[in-house]
């Protein structure tokens, strides 16, 4: 009897094992070991995922919500439909103010206060011109170079935007305000 509970326990800790394991987290679309860029004085988001209780925006999956991000003279609207569970969670967090850095020649990063809810929510083959959330550094992404980037689950769509590099070049080195114009 004293055996099966030693075995039964000894079980019980070998499954619990993988559960305290920490992914590594990728590069969007390449499934790389490469790392989150550190930003300038910002935090990723750390804070534990959002529960089912996270407030729905105002609007129906049908409209199309335009958002536009501001730092100084410069901004850049963004079309968002909100037809998955983490485009609706983005748009609840707005006004939002955060701070945008270049990753690796292909798109600007913007550091989210927290994680946003992604169970449901397809992923996506990013394209030029696309506003992305991936999940495991809980940022959002300007792509500006999808070239090699390919499908990802971790890659999800939330809108689209028409700036050019340059343009989202200005929002860098400093924290910018994303907010619903209409």
Not at 77 to 101: C, G, Q, R
Not at 150 to 158: F, K, R, V
Request: net charge negative.
């Amino acid at each position: 009897m004293r055996r099966h509970r030693l075995l039964a326990a000894s079980l019980a800790a070998l499954m619990a094992l993988p559960a305290c394991s920490t992914p590594t987290a990728t590069s969007p679309g390449t499934g790389g070991g490469a790392q989150p860029p550190q930003s300038r004085g910002a935090t990723t988001a750390t804070a534990p995922a959002p529960t089912a209780a996270t407030p729905e925006p105002a609007v129906s999956p049908a409209e199309e919500v335009l958002v536009r991000f501001t730092s100084g003279d410069t901004s850049v609207d963004v079309t968002i439909t909100p037809d998955n569970p983490t485009a609706k969670d983005f748009l609840s967090l707005l006004p939002v103010t955060l701070p945008v850095e270049e990753f690796a020649g292909k798109e600007k990063l913007g550091h989210l206060p927290r994680d946003l809810e992604t169970a449901g929510s397809p992923g996506s083959d990013p394209q030029d011109g696309d506003l992305i959330y991936f999940i495991p550094w809980g940022n959002i992404g300007f792509y500006y170079n999808a070239d090699g980037i390919g499908y990802s689950d971790q890659t999800i769509h939330l809108g689209t935007y028409t700036a050019t590099p340059e343009q989202l070049a200005l929002l860098e080195g400093g924290n910018i305000t994303a907010q619903i114009v209409k």
